[in-house]
């Protein structure tokens, strides 16, 4: 397993706050020079592993812990449970720890955030389907201990049923471990944006990009049901600790704003900012936006090798809309790229080396024909301008068909 490249605390332990400054570890094939201020803009601890099975191994571990650590005291070991894409290789750690590790889920009482509504239990769609066939079948978990919201309740008894769904996770002693997943929306179980802090399991309308995101599951926008029950961002805040899980280049600008925006009625998951022992797990792809990670040189000095040079001088160029080689000494200082421009010698020296470097990846330019027409016959009405258009540009007037 990749060691996680850690950004608020200290290990890989979750649960220990935010008050530990990190140790910055790198391996493998994409290395990110550590940068030891990002937890001034990183609001919840944040974990970047390189593989979605390195997270899912990690959180798998630290809930294996607290149910035998419950266990050798007798006690019971209240979990949170989430569905969809993103838990899915924790359950299979579980899995492998119940059958190779003696793991036993005996102790362990679940509570699932959601269900779709209406929904009836055996329904294929159902997140009661999901957690008996991706978890509870094949550990030794007691039916009775498992609780998922029932989306089959006549409409007039919902409220009632929720109002009981809350009392039973305060009988049970509260959520020890809750883990999460995160939607396009930001939301966490269904809190879709303009959930409140202070909201308790209910049922809500789901938000059009969540029910498009689920589309392929059902077959179609239009069989994904309109409505949920989930528990309140209240309810989940109330969990001693919590483990929000993303994978994916998809969920990268979600991670950015939960992690690094401010808390907003619009975006459940940064409720999470207020909560202390939130760790935030991410692979590399979902972490790619964040600060950290996308302009590093914003947060502290880094090692300036030829690949952040040039992913820096193109990024600056977008940001100060100047082309490359009119880059000015004033564009790098404002923009944390001093340091580049000192190592180099001049701002004209960085420009000329990026671009230079930039047109050199352009194949086979000298063997293009000059002042000739050029036909592309393109399959797809974009592959002309991606495939060719830099290319010909420059040096031929260009056709396609
Ligand atoms: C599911 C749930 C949702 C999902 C979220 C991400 O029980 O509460 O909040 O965690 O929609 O879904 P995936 O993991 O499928 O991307």
Same mark, same amino acid.
């Given at each position: 397993?990749?060691? /996680?490249?850690?950004?608020?605390?200290?290990?890989?332990?979750?649960?220990?706050?935010?008050?530990?400054?990190?140790?910055?570890?790198?391996?493998?094939?994409?290395?990110?020079?550590?940068?030891?201020?990002?937890?001034?803009?990183?609001?919840?601890?944040?974990?970047?592993?390189?593989?979605?099975?390195?997270?899912?191994?990690?959180?798998?571990?630290?809930?294996?812990?607290?149910?035998?650590?419950?266990?050798?005291?007798?006690?019971?070991?209240?979990?949170?449970?989430?569905?969809?894409?993103?838990?899915?290789?924790?359950?299979?750690?579980? !899995?492998?720890?119940?059958?190779?590790?003696?793991?036993? &889920?005996?102790?362990?009482?679940?509570? +699932?955030?959601?269900?779709?509504?209406?929904?009836?239990?055996?329904?294929?769609?159902?997140?009661?389907?999901?957690?008996?066939?991706?978890?509870?079948?094949?550990?030794?978990?007691? /039916?009775?201990?498992?609780?998922?919201?029932?989306?089959?309740?006549?409409?007039?008894?919902?409220?009632?049923?929720?109002?009981?769904?809350?009392?039973?996770?305060?009988?049970?002693?509260? !959520?020890?471990?809750?883990?999460?997943?995160?939607?396009?929306?930001?939301?966490?179980?269904?809190?879709?944006?303009?959930?409140?802090?202070?909201?308790?399991?209910?049922?809500?309308?789901?938000?059009?990009?969540?029910?498009?995101?689920?589309?392929?599951?059902?077959?179609?926008?239009?069989?994904? /049901?309109?409505?949920?029950?989930?528990?309140?961002?209240?309810?989940?805040?109330?969990?001693?600790?919590?483990?929000?899980?993303?994978?994916?280049?998809?969920?990268?600008?979600?991670?950015?704003?939960?992690?690094?925006?401010?808390?907003?009625?619009?975006? =459940?998951?940064? &409720?999470?900012?207020?909560?202390?022992?939130?760790?935030?797990?991410?692979?590399?792809?979902?972490?790619? =936006?964040?600060?950290?990670? =996308?302009?590093?040189?914003?947060?502290?000095?880094?090692?300036?090798?030829?690949?952040?040079?040039?992913?820096?001088?193109?990024?600056?160029?977008?940001?100060?809309?100047?082309?490359?080689?009119?880059?000015?000494?004033?564009?790098?200082?404002?923009?944390?790229?001093?340091?580049?421009?000192?190592?180099?010698?001049?701002?004209?020296?960085?420009?000329?080396?990026?671009? +230079? =470097?930039?047109?050199?990846?352009?194949?086979?330019?000298?063997?293009?024909?000059?002042?000739?027409?050029?036909?592309? &016959?393109?399959?797809?009405?974009?592959?002309?301008?991606?495939?060719?258009?830099?290319?010909?540009?420059?040096?031929?007037?260009?056709?396609?068909?």
């Amino acid at each position: 397993m990749m060691e /996680p490249v850690t950004g608020a605390a200290p290990s890989a332990d979750v649960g220990t706050g935010h008050e530990a400054r990190e140790r910055v570890v790198t391996r493998g094939p994409s290395r990110v020079p550590p940068t030891p201020h990002a937890t001034a803009l990183e609001r919840i601890r944040t974990v970047v592993v390189e593989e979605h099975e390195d997270l899912a191994r990690l959180v798998a571990h630290r809930i294996a812990s607290l149910v035998r650590e419950r266990m050798a005291t007798g006690k019971t070991a209240v979990l949170g449970l989430a569905t969809g894409s993103t838990p899915i290789g924790v359950y299979r750690e579980l !899995i492998r720890m119940h059958r190779e590790d003696g793991l036993s &889920f005996a102790n362990v009482v679940s509570f +699932n955030l959601d269900e779709y509504y209406p929904m009836a239990p055996d329904n294929i769609h159902s997140y009661h389907r999901f957690m008996w066939e991706n978890l509870f079948s094949q550990v030794d978990m007691k /039916p009775e201990n498992v609780h998922i919201p029932r989306g089959d309740i006549p409409r007039d008894e919902v409220e009632q049923y929720c109002r009981n769904y809350e009392d039973a996770i305060r009988r049970a002693g509260g !959520i020890d471990f809750q883990i999460l997943g995160v939607g396009k929306t930001g939301h966490i179980g269904f809190n879709e944006p303009g959930s409140g802090v202070d909201s308790r399991t209910r049922l809500v309308h789901l938000d059009a990009v969540t029910r498009r995101d689920a589309a392929a599951d059902f077959f179609g926008e239009e069989f994904v /049901p309109k409505e949920a029950i989930t528990m309140g961002v209240a309810t989940i805040l109330e969990a001693r600790e919590i483990a929000i899980l993303a994978t994916g280049e998809h969920k990268s600008a979600i991670v950015r704003r939960a992690v690094e925006g401010e808390v907003n009625l619009e975006v =459940a998951a940064t &409720f999470l900012q207020r909560h202390p022992t939130t760790t935030f797990y991410v692979d590399r792809a979902a972490g790619a =936006a964040l600060t950290r990670i =996308a302009t590093p040189w914003l947060l502290d000095e880094v090692e300036w090798t030829n690949d952040l040079m040039i992913r820096a001088v193109v990024w600056l160029s977008l940001q100060t809309q100047n082309a490359i080689l009119k880059l000015t000494q004033r564009d790098y200082a404002e923009h944390g790229m001093s340091s580049l421009v000192a190592q180099k010698g001049s701002p004209g020296a960085v420009n000329g080396e990026v671009f +230079n =470097a930039l047109g050199a990846k352009i194949r086979g330019k000298s063997k293009l024909p000059t002042g000739r027409r050029t036909i592309c &016959f393109s399959p797809h009405p974009d592959d002309d301008v991606i495939s060719m258009g830099a290319s010909c540009a420059s040096s031929c007037r260009t056709t396609t068909r």
